[in-house]
């Protein structure tokens, strides 16, 4: 299912994957955040994602123009867990909003892991 905005001139519509791509790169952006995680489904092993998959890590789901957004994340070790996780949220509502017009709901930050992170 795709976000759909109406004005005078008619529909825009925006696929998922373009506001999971929006949100991946914003969350990357944030202090603290070593990757994006997925999960596998096949051994449950949760893999660190590379820059051009990191919207993998982003799950969005649009109900009747609730815009839900679940992001897989692993955390920079010896940062505050709760911290980092807020500024995601803030930062990827924000960035989501701003480049689709679509209002968020919810996001939800899952913990993927913690990790030592050299830049």
């Known amino acids: 299912m795709s976000g759909k905005i109406v004005n005078n001139y008619g529909n825009i519509y925006i696929d998922t994957e373009v506001i999971a791509k929006i949100a991946s790169q914003s969350a990357i952006e944030c202090y603290g955040l070593v990757g994006m995680g997925y999960k596998s489904k096949v051994d449950g092993l949760v893999e660190l994602l590379k820059r051009e998959h990191i919207s993998k890590g982003v799950q969005v789901q649009i109900d009747e123009q609730e815009l839900n957004i679940e992001l897989f994340v692993i955390i920079q070790y010896g940062t505050k867990i709760s911290v980092v996780a ?21 996001i939800d930050i899952n913990v993927q892991g913690v990790r030592v992170h050299n830049r």
Do not use: A
């Open 86 to 106: 807020d500024n995601i949220i803030n930062r990827v509502k924000y960035s989501v909003e701003k480049f689709t017009g679509l209002k968020v709901n919810r």
